[in-house]
């Protein structure tokens, strides 16, 4: 069975440094990777997302994920921290060859971000 | 345009109730998913519909819990005699169900269960 491990529930930047949140997944065969952002009082958003082709996948808010097959990773980065990215992040997969698109969410990183 | 919407935002009751939360997804979109996410944690897939069927019904927890689609659009899911463990939010996405694996879910903002 599929499963995702984000490292660290809580993280804390400063404003204007690195984001950096961590995905790992286990799955024998490489599956559709995903981002969503969870704001306060909001439903989840979709950050970016990686199918097929370039690794190397730029989302929206300035986000981008890389996926390394032989890591077996999805880490998302963001050069410079703004305030307002202060929420919480999941990784997710689907199943590439399933029949069916659900995700399997990981247990999500709180990301603050301090001024 | 309209996003998926989710009724009611919150709901309270008592141990025992029955319970049903509503989802209305977005224009056109034939593919609708439940997920729980409980305290703490990411989302758990419960149920996922393409057009009125329920192709995929693995992730409900027991035979409580029930899910319909009846014309293909909205949804409803309903809770039987419900207990503590039930209490979550829970959320619906929808997806256009046309390229498969991969196609984007769009969430709603959830509703919050509390069973007392």
């Known amino acids: 069975a599929q499963s995702v491990t984000q490292l660290g529930s809580h993280v804390s930047v400063s404003e204007g440094a690195l984001v950096l949140l961590r995905c790992n997944y286990s799955?024998?065969?490489?599956?559709?990777l995903f981002w969503y952002v969870q704001y306060p009082n909001q439903g989840l958003q979709l950050l970016l997302k990686?199918?097929?082709?370039?690794?190397l996948v730029k989302g929206i808010n300035g986000f981008e994920a890389e996926f390394k097959k032989s890591e077996t990773s999805f880490h998302l980065t963001k050069p410079s921290a703004h305030m307002s990215d202060a929420a919480e992040y999941f990784c997710?997969?689907?199943?590439?060859?399933?029949?069916?698109?659900?995700?399997?969410f990981g247990t999500g990183t709180l990301l603050a971000v301090q001024p | 345009g309209a996003g998926v919407s989710q009724t009611p935002s919150n709901k309270v009751t008592e141990k025992g109730k029955y319970v049903e939360l509503r989802c209305d997804p977005i224009?056109?979109?034939?593919?609708l998913y439940w997920y729980r996410q409980s305290l703490g944690q990411g989302p758990e897939f419960l149920i996922y519909?393409?057009?009125?069927?329920?192709?995929?019904d693995s992730g409900l927890p027991n035979d409580r819990f029930f899910a319909v689609r009846p014309e293909g659009s909205v949804s409803t899911l309903k809770i039987q005699r419900t207990e503590r463990g039930d209490s979550a939010v829970y959320l619906c996405?929808?997806?256009?169900?046309?390229?498969?694996?991969?196609?984007?879910?769009?969430f709603g903002p959830g509703t919050r269960l509390t069973v007392l």
């Open positions: 996405a929808s997806s256009r169900g046309t390229s498969g694996a991969g196609d984007t879910q769009y």
């Open positions: 799955s024998s065969v490489p599956p559709y």
């Open positions: 990686y199918t097929t082709g370039a690794t």
């Open positions: 997710a997969v689907s199943d590439r060859g399933g029949a069916t698109n659900k995700l399997i």
């Open positions: 224009s056109g979109h034939t593919a």
């Open positions: 519909f393409q057009g009125t069927g329920a192709a995929d």
